[in-house]
């Protein structure tokens, strides 16, 4: 199956830096990525769709100045926490689709903490 | 409209039993319909995925029954294994995904 990578795992950071996470298609050209977001034993929430070479469409509720989303190329999309609080902490999930398929391959998660 | 309801929240079941999880849809565009399993800490990981004009797929011991009538579909895991353990998610998309509120799976030896 397609191979989703991000990097890093697990980060924290203090209160008001602001943080990288990567996203990467290891093995296929991801078109369309996506962003979500989980709190502990909750569902999947998505925060935003990005088209490579596209601005992000975000869900409402989601601060597109507080998440920055970049998708230049078509196997790394990149989300950026900036000015991180601790509400902010959270266990972020991207996903990866090829083309016009339907399929959508995950990738492992990252643990943000922001003390 | 966009909401997918799941359950049970949670399911104990003995291994080779059979677990069952059901979800309900409203929004009739949603033309894709897949499971995902997920470990603490992982991401989810696709298992099963049907679309509206099937009504039952099989894949090894997993099998998803989709009834567009009544817009439901359900998750059979036969012959559970303690390996099984995780949370479970349906999902329902139209371009993009909207996933069900997830049932924590349990397999006792």
């Known amino acids: 199956g397609a191979v989703v990578s991000q990097h890093p795992s697990r980060v924290i950071c203090k209160s008001g830096t602001s943080v990288k996470i990567e996203c990467r298609s290891l093995?296929?050209?991801?078109?369309?990525m996506f962003w979500y977001r989980q709190f502990p034993k909750k569902s999947l929430m998505l925060m935003a769709t990005?088209?490579?070479?596209?601005?992000?469409?975000?869900e409402q509720g989601v601060e597109k100045d507080k998440f920055l989303i970049n998708h230049a190329s078509l196997t790394l999309s990149t989300l950026t926490v900036t000015s991180a609080h601790p509400e902010d902490s959270s266990f972020y999930i991207c996903?990866?689709?090829?083309?016009?398929?339907?399929?959508?391959?995950f990738g492992p998660g990252t643990r943000l903490t922001v003390l | 409209q966009q909401q997918v309801k799941q359950s049970p929240q949670s399911l104990i079941v003995q291994k080779g039993g059979i677990s069952i999880i059901n979800c309900a849809y409203e929004n009739t565009a949603f033309d894709y319909f897949p499971w995902y399993q997920q470990f603490p800490g992982k991401g989810p990981a696709l298992l099963i995925a049907i679309r509206p004009d099937v009504s039952e797929k099989k894949e090894g011991r997993f099998t998803i029954s989709f009834n567009k009538s009544a817009k439901q579909f359900s998750l059979h895991i036969m012959d559970s294994q303690p390996g099984d353990s995780a949370t479970y998610f349906c999902a329902a998309s139209y371009g993009k995904l909207t996933f069900g509120q997830g049932t924590i799976l349990t397999v006792h030896p």
């Open positions: 093995d296929f050209q991801a078109t369309t």
């Open positions: 996903s990866a689709r090829e083309g016009t398929r339907t399929k959508e391959f």
């Open positions: 990005s088209n490579e070479g596209s601005k992000a469409t975000y």
